[in-house]
């Protein structure tokens, strides 16, 4: 039976964990549950690690440095209850090549789910709608403004976790899908149940995008002024992923052409100013990036926690196991 600690602090224990998901944990070793508010004192972390075999962290962790690594010279993996690892890593981490795992999947499922309820409710002209009957309209707009959710194309940026999870949602409805990620050979996006596509390609094409791109230098203003003018006439674009994907100022200059519909649960930064205009135009929702766990969501990553544990108890691979030579690619 190993050892496991979970390093993690009061907030995040509360709104992650639940006992429901200790007792699972307990199921495969001695839990060691962190018991302060946070991690100031960071001679009592060192001390509460000591002997460590499996580490569970989660956003504000500390990092895993050189002090805290050798108080558990035995640790064999790190089971991040959370989205990127880059905050907890430290170079004396990665020369250790300890293995970790991720949540990104756990969170990834409820982005997707996300995106999928703004392109269904945006393209039924919900949003539009809803407005007109507040002014005292009822069905004037509904032709121009209403397209079903119905033969139409789903262009997707992005084949992580959250774009695959949507591709997945997708083959629910009698849509075609393009996708565009650079890094998935064609015979990859054909298995997913899309087509490939570059992303000109896409944006042309697409009656509804949706952006599920990692945030890392290669997509920064991947989204810009010179192709979001490709976009369709009458289509939805939908960022679930981060803001710096998309040029603002360029996408702010096509929506006031009022051409397109857009869902935007990111910016950059965050929050957005308050004379920001994505916070005033019409064919604009945006909300304050709630497209990933918010609130009871969150357990979804105290679950996924347990599954990679359980996994690596069996000697089994993490679902998500990251490679760290990888990590230039990773959000």
Known sequence: MSKITVLVNKEKRNTVF???YYARLREFGDLNIFDRDDFSDMDYVIDFVKGTEVLITSWSSPVLDENILDACPDLKAVIH???SIKPILSDAFISRKIRITNSAVALGEGVAETALGFAISACKGFYTL???TRNKLWNENRMSRVTDFYDITVGVIGGGYVGRHFIKLLQN???DILLYD?????EQVTTLGAEK???DELLKNADVVSVHAPSIPATDNMLNR?????IKDGAVLINTARGSIIEESALIEELEKNRFFACIDVTNPEPPAEDNRLRFLDNVVLTPHIAGAVT???KRVAKHVCEELERLENGEKMRTEVDLDQLYKLA
């Open 197 to 199: 596509a570059e992303l």
């Open 173 to 175: 409805f009698n849509v």
């Open 81 to 83: 209850a959370a989205g």
């Open 226 to 230: 010179d192709n979001l003018k490709l």
């Open 18 to 20: 639940s006992e429901k």
């Open 130 to 132: 809803g407005r007109d």
């Open 182 to 186: 650079p890094t998935l050979s064609g």
């Open 296 to 298: 009871n969501g969150l």
